[in-house]
């Protein structure tokens, strides 16, 4: 089991056990629910070739995935936003390979359906030096066949928790993506990826190194000035 799944697994752990049964209930049920609608399988994997987008990064600056990848692959991350511990845990563990990434050639960044705003305080929070793109709209997590509606008793956890998700994405619904991670090549397929209906199941850090030297065997080092943030 790799670093971050135990680090995500312990997180989950004492979650569950500092909250009441019935909070515990409706999470996992939400979580059984979720897996058995089959999004994971239905969703853009490996092999598949990964739909362009262009969005707005935490400064507001342009990002867009064609572009990055005449420079070299890119690891794409899927968060619900820096509000969930999961999705922060998984941010610092991959800020953590940023420089390593860098020297692979590959770009790095994440995407989340929080507002600009919301994105840049999430970023200024875990001390981030990558990209944090905002997809308030669901579009690019629609296109890559990821998003799913939380139930009425989850959206009542959420807020019991503090987690006033239309608030944080400025949207009327309580549309979210589920997890997932993709090493896309510069050919535009992906070559590594991990999507899962679970907050814990996220593509490690170490996946998506090895996924980017599968898919760059020549890799061309970058400085770090044009690693973006």
């Known amino acids: 089991m790799n670093s971050l799944t135990k680090e995500l697994d312990a997180f989950m752990n004492s979650l569950m056990d500092r909250v009441d049964p019935q ?6 049920d939400n979580h059984l629910r979720l897996a058995e609608s089959g999004i994971a399988e239905r969703a853009i ?20 995935l064609s572009d990055a990848l005449t420079r070299g692959p890119a690891v794409v991350l899927f968060v619900r936003g820096g509000w969930c511990p999961f999705c922060a845990i998984t941010l610092r563990a991959y800020d953590r390979v940023r420089a390593a990434l860098l020297r692979e050639g590959a ?3 994440a995407i989340s359906p929080a507002t600009v705003q919301n994105v840049k305080a999430s970023a200024d929070r875990e001390f981030l030096r990558y990209q944090l793109l905002s997809d308030t709209a669901l579009k690019v997590s629609t296109t890559y066949g990821l ?13 019991k928790l503090g987690h006033d998700v239309p608030r944080i994405n400025d949207t009327a619904d309580w549309r979210l993506p589920i997890p997932a991670g993709y090493v896309i090549g510069q050919d535009g397929i992906v070559h590594a990826c991990r999507v899962s209906p679970s907050v814990t199941g996220r593509l490690s850090p170490g996946e ?3 996924g980017v030297k599968a898919a760059s065997p020549r890799p061309k080092v970058r400085q770090e000035a044009d690693g973006g943030v």
């Open 208 to 210: 998506a190194l090895e």
């Open 147 to 159: 998003v799913w509606e939380p139930d009425p008793a989850l959206r009542k956890v959420y807020l």
């Open 107 to 109: 770009s790095l960044v």
């Open 45 to 64: 994997g490996q092999g598949d070739m990964a739909p362009d987008f262009t969005l707005r990064d935490q400064h507001d600056a342009v990002f867009s």
């Open 23 to 28: 909070t515990g209930a409706v999470i996992r």
